[in-house]
Nanobody, 120 residues
């Protein structure tokens, strides 16, 4: 089992910044990827940004390119999402995820979510 604890959400004005954190614990020795998705009301959950453990490369959604940056502290099993130039359309619940490689499957674990609200 893997536990993910998120923090850092809140209310910010458009153009402002926030930093999200996600700390992982449990059976994470075979971590494949770890990062962030988001879900706005009435919309599907979408990729924000995630880090591939094998080579440290990042995958990101087009809507956050150039504004959001993901980083990780491997010693702390923590990933961070620095969000700059926030827009009202960034308002959503942000979910941390961790993908683990097991012998027979690759489960994805989710955090509880943290609300980010951007006012215009």
């Amino acid at each position: 089992q893997v536990q993910l604890v998120e923090s850092g959400g809140g209310l910010v004005q458009a153009g402002g910044s926030l930093r999200l954190s996600c700390a992982a614990s449990g059976s994470i020795s075979s971590l494949i990827a770890m990062g962030w998705y988001r879900q706005a009301p009435g919309k599907q959950r979408e990729l924000v940004e995630t880090i591939i453990s094998r080579d440290g490369s990042a995958l990101y959604g087009d809507s956050v390119k150039g504004r959001f940056t993901i980083s990780r502290d491997s010693a702390k099993n923590t990933v961070y999402l620095q969000m700059n130039s926030l827009k009202p359309e960034d308002t959503a619940v942000y979910y941390c995820h961790a993908d683990i490689e097991l012998p027979r499957n690759t489960p994805r674990y989710w955090g509880q979510g943290t609300q980010v609200t951007v006012s215009s």
